[in-house]
């Protein structure tokens, strides 16, 4: 059983950073892909960004050159540093680990508001 753990979040005022953390625990083959999907109210989920183990990476158009991706594979770690932080940026963040099969976290709130 494999099971993500989700740390960081909050409220940050535009133009401000965060960090997401996520630790993966449990059986992992060593092959995978983890990242960070996110979902606005009244909207469908959507990749933020992700990273594979060998450490190829993919954003979404609209947080490139703002929001950085990092991983520990030693850890199963995962990690999102956001920086200019957008009032659209504003959405339940979920860590997402690819493995054979797609885990998921229970979600951490980003709100960007003044």
């Known amino acids: 059983q494999v099971q993500l753990a989700e740390s960081g979040g909050g409220l940050v005022q535009p133009g401000g950073s965060l960090k997401l953390s996520c630790a993966a625990s449990g059986s992992i083959f060593r092959l995978n892909v983890m990242g960070w999907y996110r979902q606005a109210s009244g909207k469908e989920r959507e990749l933020v960004a992700t990273?594979?183990?060998?450490?190829?990476?993919n954003y979404a158009d609209s947080v490139k050159d703002r929001f950085t991706i990092s991983r520990d594979n030693a850890k199963n770690t995962v990690i999102l540093q956001m920086n200019s932080l957008k009032p659209e940026d504003t959405a339940i963040y979920y860590c997402n680990l690819v493995a054979i099969r797609s885990y998921w976290g229970q979600g951490t709130q980003v709100t960007v508001s003044s």
């Open positions: 990273m594979t183990s060998g450490g190829s990476t």
